[in-house]
Antibody, heavy 120, light 108 residues
């Protein structure tokens, strides 16, 4: 059964870069049927899509974050990664990686999520 | 939120409840809507895509759409269905994945 696991620092200082990696297990990131990406949830708030990537490197980003976001894929490691630059307290959230099916907007398999706090 | 959901819905065990998700022609009116269940602030789980049930989701869950409103119906409500439910789809105009604000479903 496909599993995804987020990893990365739980605390990032303001103005620095948030970096997370998602490791895919029991499934191939090079499957032609799926995309991969990130969704976040600030404390006590709803869900926000960050972006989606295909194994070839094609990306789709939330316009509100596009200037600060980079999502990349490493097929040799079956991983994909998120970088968010110039973070502020407003970027504090639980970050979920996942698999997108039926296109690049429906996350059918979710990672458990990792909490990232932006604070000095 | 770009999509509008009820803030809260409640029902008793065995009852049928329907959650709605209202958007516009650029989003709900154009593409299938995904529904996610989030229990006690855990990881969300996909429970419906359009009218298709993901593997492992009980068939008491069903999805439908009329115009710019999508619905998630739970027939025969169970205690374990108590959760927050979010709807989502793509918005052609904004070029972004949009979400509803979520509905808190309480099983009385």
């Amino acid at each position: 059964q496909l599993q995804l696991q987020e990893s990365g620092p739980g605390l990032v200082k303001p103005s620095e870069t948030l970096s997370l990696t998602c490791t895919v297990s029991d499934g191939s990131i090079t499957s032609t049927s799926y995309y991969w990406g990130w969704i976040r949830q600030p404390p006590g708030k709803g869900l926000e899509w960050i972006g989606t990537i295909y194994y070839t490197g094609n990306t789709y980003y939330n316009p509100s974050l596009k200037s600060r976001v980079t999502i990349s894929v490493d097929t040799s490691k079956n991983q994909f990664s998120l970088k968010l630059t110039s973070v502020t307290a407003a970027d504090t959230a639980v970050f979920h990686c996942g698999r997108f099916a039926n296109g690049y907007y429906y996350m059918d398999v979710w990672g458990k999520g990792t909490t990232v706090t932006v604070s000095s | 939120s770009a999509l509008t959901q009820e803030a809260s819905v409640s029902g008793t065990v065995g009852q049928k409840v329907t959650l709605s998700c209202t958007g516009h022609t650029n989003n709900v009116g154009s593409l299938p809507v995904g529904w996610y269940q989030q229990i006690s602030h855990g990881a969300p789980k996909a429970v419906m895509f359009g009218d298709s049930l993901p593997s492992g989701i009980p068939d008491r869950f069903s999805g439908s759409k009329s115009g710019t409103t999508a619905s998630l119906t739970i027939s025969g409500l169970q205690p374990e269905d108590e959760a927050d439910y979010y709807c989502s789809t793509w918005d052609y105009s904004l070029n972004v994945v949009v979400f509803g604000g979520g509905t808190k479903l309480t099983v009385l």
